[in-house]
T-cell receptor
């Protein structure tokens, strides 16, 4: 079974600062996903990372994948309040089951 | 474009009652999933289906049953609800076979409270 671990679980950061969320997974995963969830809402897809060395950026968020280290990162640049949310990473196994991390609750403080 | 629609959005059950949650998708996806989300535990897979007429157990299947009689619908049943099933339930769908970068699309969730 694919196990996905995120850290930190909680992150409080000031506006304008940079930070990174880490996602480790236990076995081979074909793809790695990042989702965002606002309180009381559903999950919104942010990035799909397909191969080793993949890097994707959208606004102040940048995701990368290192399949050899079984590590993905979500880097936040110059945080703003609108980025406050819970971020999940997920891997997918050969049976097409998605496995999610426990999430990182991000609060950006003015 | 509706995407993934869950019914109902909220429900309160008494212990021992039964209910069915409906998930409908209009994207012609082959794969559908039911997850539960609890504080501090992320999303855990209950059951999933890789096509019409097929279902399989996920990580936490006990106390739940599912059916996929039509490709677009995936039903999650609770035969005898227990307080431990109080949770937020999410349905998702995808078709990994069509495109490598296909992600899972989620419904809006069903908040279930068992008292």
């Amino acid at each position: 079974e694919l196990k996905v671990e995120q850290n930190p679980l909680f992150l409080s950061m000031q506006e304008g600062k940079n930070y990174t969320i880490y996602c480790n997974y236990s076995t081979t995963s074909d793809r790695l996903y990042w989702y965002r969830q606002d309180p009381g809402k559903s999950l919104e897809s942010l990035f799909v990372l397909l191969s080793n060395g993949a890097v994707k950026q959208e606004g102040r968020l940048m995701a990368s994948l290192d399949t050899k280290a079984r590590l993905s990162t979500l880097h936040i640049t110059a945080a703003v309040h609108d980025l406050s949310a819970t971020y999940f990473c997920a891997g997918i196994d050969t049976g097409n089951q998605f496995y999610f991390g426990t999430g990182t609750s991000l609060t950006v403080i003015p | 474009n509706a995407g993934v629609t869950q019914t109902p959005k909220f429900r309160v059950l008494k212990t021992g009652q039964s209910m069915t949650l409906l998930c409908a998708q209009d994207m012609n996806h082959e794969y559908m999933y039911w997850y539960r989300q609890d504080p501090g535990m992320g999303l855990r897979l209950i059951h999933y289906s890789v096509g019409e007429g097929t279902t399989a157990k996920g990580e936490v299947p006990d106390g739940y049953n599912v059916s996929r009689l039509k490709k677009q619908n995936f039903l999650l049943g609770l035969e005898s609800a227990a307080p431990s099933q109080t949770s937020v339930y999410f349905c998702a769908s995808t078709s990994p076979g069509q495109a490598m970068n296909t992600e899972a699309f989620f419904g809006q969730g069903t908040r279930l409270t068992v008292v």
